[in-house]
């Protein structure tokens, strides 16, 4: 954990984050990284120099003052896209792969599962699902979806 008083934390001019540590000895390029990014998204944040190296925990988001929070809360979004599937409208097949037409908290997408093990069950009930492009869908409660959708993902659990 780390004292909010003394966590500095800014940007240089190429827009990468720059962490100061109590020290005063400065870290380029730092990267912000969620523990637990589905179940507890704002608890548990690591920031990890260049080398993979913890500099700093960061026990709760919402106690950083706001400037930090907003620094790490942007860098945040632009590295993790996870789309939320609200619905899954069809799929071209029921073999893999197919192809999956789905409604998001983004909008309507399609994308290509390679295989039922790209489904990955999280802490029920919810779902995360790869396509072959490597983005992962997230399904918060799959329990949640219209009749429709549980249907067409029962056929691939």
Do not use: C
Request: aromatic share 10%; proline share 5%.
């Amino acid at each position: 954990m780390i004292d909010n008083t003394t966590l500095r934390l800014s940007r240089n001019a190429f827009g990468r984050l720059v962490f100061t540590g109590a020290d005063g000895e400065t870290y380029e390029g730092i990267i912000p990284a969620r523990a637990f990014p589905i179940s507890a998204p704002d608890e548990g944040i690591a920031l990890i120099d260049r080398y993979g190296h913890e500099l700093a925990w960061i026990d709760q988001l919402n106690d950083l003052p706001g400037e930090v929070r907003e620094l790490i809360e942007a860098d945040l979004a632009k590295r993790e896209f996870m789309p939320e599937v609200t619905r899954i409208r069809d799929v071209s097949n029921y073999a893999t792969p197919s192809t999956w037409y789905v409604d998001t908290d983004r909008g309507k997408t399609s994308f290509i599962l390679k295989g039922e093990e790209y489904i990955r069950r999280l802490m029920p009930p919810a779902l995360l699902i790869t396509d072959s492009q490597g983005i992962h869908f997230l399904v918060r409660d799959r329990f949640a979806l219209d009749h429709h959708s549980r249907k067409i993902l029962d056929r691939f659990l």
